[in-house]
């Protein structure tokens, strides 16, 4: 008889072939990740399989006091290593070449292992005995085993909700939420779900997308770093996530609530009305993501995202004039919406401990007037009769336009904020359109309206070789929804340039249009320092007429100054935290309502009025009229306008005052500027 070789003796050749990817061998680098993914799950099954074989025997009840330690602390060990064969997974397999390659694994499934749903069974089995008729040393060891397992299924759960979210599964499931209840229907010992959330009635956790799914305890009154405990963002947008991200630094735990799914890649979102729009970042708010993410501009230009300096790279057309393009700005951004969205989810929540649950919608707030302790919870699209409680610390508030918060406020007995308002009785329209090459030697077309000239139009690439159009105008002047009737409207422009080039341009797709042009401004911290456990940002605090481009700036802006509010040693009220993110906006809001209180059709209790106000528009007129021609006011005016300055500048700057009131303006052109 021939003595086995370490070959033989593990079946080698046989092992080595059992590895089959579907992937095609042109496609040598994917094939070779799929191959990686087989691996890990036959590693993976067979380590399952030893476990499975210590804990057989110790059911059986043959195995002595020796026989059972040994045992127990094998199996604890092989669980540890299955949960390191997965983390093995996330930090080694590209996401992006997994989705390339899962639809080919037809209806298969991890949920279908045998072996899955008999560690399961025997653990829970092995616990209950256990706790019975064992001595204290074995109920340790049996526990250790325990928490091992559900180790293991945090982390399974973890790589599943970074892989796939919550879309189907490859057995036609339906992603995080199936696999999350699929495991409860195997363990039913789990504590509640990661967002600390009560369920009336039990269901399981809708968990679509998870960056850390542990099970986090209820808020116990402990806090974190600057004191926060629990905390809750609802709206996962732009505005959401920057603070998510900021506030996870100082608080235990972070969970987001997002209405909408997110998806893989990016597009427009029902619960984004804006993501069909133009979009701009400006340069302060380019400063402020850069402090917040580091890195992320340049991957954003990497992706494809445009920079362009402002008139350097665009036509500007102002009271009757283009402005010279000598004098161009530091760069600006004009990603599309969810092109940004995405490339910012993707940086706050890959690797952070923030918790997002999607597909739910907040129906109210918990707590009584000036003390907010949660919000109450329901499954969008489900029985809106059963709600979650979320107990938190601080709610906060990123939902947008559409706020609640006011009603939710009235609801509890509570006072609404004050509002401010200036209602434009503008609209505007967008659509997006393909061409070779941009107007003349331009990236674009900015004609700014005003009180004697309303018709507006924004002209900007976006990544994929798209350029965005947005033409505005008053109500009984709204750019139509038909696409040749839309190219018509820029006919109508002051200048022939922007129409010229449109209709040379390829549409896509019908133009999208848009009426929720009104400034408002809610004044929370106005409610009083005694006021608790709420905070308001972005456009559920101060929305700004969306023809301006400071939105995505604003929001930016907010999360920084929030930052800077938590960065010291003493733990700030909730109203002083108010307070900082309101003061980030005011610039926006002084420019927004300067620029909309001249305007025809303007209404609202924060329309600037009366002598002084005049007086204001007048000279702010002759600033305008001097910005095409005079590089120190131009200088001047843009970094007002881009947030890099208060608009108080314009006044109390001595070059500015000179110019503006002892200078002559230059001449006016028609003709296109060249640089």
């Not at 397999?93 to 989705?99: A, D, I």
Request: net charge neutral; aromatic share 4%; proline share 8%.
């Amino acid at each position: 008889m021939t003595s086995p070789t370490y070959a033989t003796y593990l079946h080698l050749d046989e092992l080595l072939t059992l590895q089959h990817p579907l992937t095609p061998v042109e496609q040598q680098d994917l094939r070779d990740s799929e191959r990686q993914f087989i691996v890990v799950h036959q590693a993976s099954e067979t380590l399952l399989s030893q476990v499975l074989v210590d804990l057989r025997h110790i059911d059986t009840g043959q195995c002595g006091q020796e026989c059972y330690a040994q045992r127990l602390e094998r199996a604890t060990r092989l669980v540890d290593s299955l949960e390191g064969q997965l983390t093995l997974l996330r930090h080694t397999l590209l996401r992006e070449e997994f989705m390339l390659f899962r639809d080919r694994f037809g209806t298969a499934s991890g949920l279908q292992s045998k072996q899955f749903h008999e560690l399961f069974g025997l653990v829970r089995q092995l616990v209950k005995r256990g706790a019975e008729d064992r001595p204290p040393a074995d109920s340790r060891r049996l526990t250790g085993l325990n928490d091992a397992v559900r180790r293991w299924r945090r982390t399974h759960l973890e790589l599943v909700g970074h892989m796939l979210g919550d879309q189907p599964g490859s057995a036609e499931t339906s992603g995080m939420r199936f696999l999350a209840a699929r495991l409860d229907d195997t363990s039913a010992d789990e504590p509640a779900g990661a967002d600390g959330a009560r369920v009336v009635p039990p269901r399981p956790a809708d968990t679509a997308h998870v960056t850390d799914s542990r099970p986090l305890p209820a808020p116990s009154g402990r806090s974190g770093r600057s004191g926060l405990g629990h905390v809750v963002v609802v709206g996962g947008s732009v505005a959401g996530l920057l603070t998510a991200h900021v506030l996870a630094g100082h608080a235990e735990r972070v969970t987001v609530l997002e209405r909408d799914q997110y998806e893989d890649a990016p597009g427009p979102r029902a619960g984004v009305p804006q993501s069909r729009h133009t979009h701009v970042l400006l340069t302060s708010g380019m400063n402020a993501l850069d402090e917040l993410l580091p890195g992320l501009l340049p991957a954003l230009v990497d992706s494809g995202a445009p920079r362009l300096a402002v008139p350097g790279d665009l036509g500007v057309w102002q009271a009757g004039q283009w402005i010279s393009r000598r004098n161009p700005s530091k760069p600006i951004m004009t990603p599309s919406r969810p092109f940004l969205e995405h490339h910012i989810r993707r940086r706050v929540l890959d690797g952070s401990r923030i918790h997002v649950r999607t597909g739910v919608e907040v129906a109210g707030l918990l707590g009584r007037p000036g003390h907010i302790t949660g919000v109450a919870v329901r499954d969008r699209g489900g029985d809106h009769h059963a709600r979650q409680e979320i107990e938190a610390d601080l709610v906060v508030d990123a939902t947008g336009r559409a706020s609640r918060t006011p009603a939710w406020l009235a609801e509890m007995g509570a006072l609404p904020p004050a509002e401010e308002l200036v209602e434009t009785g503008r609209a505007y329209a967008t659509c997006v359109f393909h061409a070779e090459d941009g107007p003349e030697d331009l990236s674009g077309f900015y004609i700014v309206p005003d009180a004697g000239q309303p018709l507006g139009a924004i002209i900007l690439p976006a990544e994929g070789d798209r350029w965005m159009v947005t033409l505005s105008g008053p109500r009984d002047q709204a750019p139509p929804g038909g696409t040749e009737d839309f190219i018509d409207f820029a006919g109508q422009l002051p200048h022939s340039a922007p129409h010229k080039w449109l209709s040379s341009a390829r549409p896509v797709g019908r133009p999208v249009g848009y009426r929720h042009t009104s400034n408002r401004r809610r004044r929370y911290d106005r409610l009083g320092r005694h006021h608790t456990g709420l905070l308001v940002v972005g456009d559920a605090l101060c929305a700004l007429n969306p023809v301006y481009g400071q939105g995505l700036s604003v929001a930016a802006l907010n999360a920084v100054a929030l930052g800077k509010a938590l960065a010291g040693d003493r733990t700030p009220s909730a109203n002083a935290l108010q307070r900082a993110v309101l003061r980030s906006s005011r610039s926006a809001w002084e420019v927004a309502t300067g620029a909309d209180s001249p305007m025809p059709g303007v209404a609202g209790n924060a329309v600037r009025s009366g002598p002084v106000a005049r007086l204001l528009t007048r000279y702010l007129d002759r600033v305008r009229d001097h910005v095409p021609h005079d590089p120190v006011v131009c200088s001047a005016n843009r970094d007002v306008l881009f947030l890099l300055a208060p608009p108080r500048t314009l006044v109390t700057s001595f070059k500015v005052l000179r110019r503006a009131l002892l200078s002559p303006p230059g001449p006016a052109s028609p003709d296109l500027p060249t640089p």
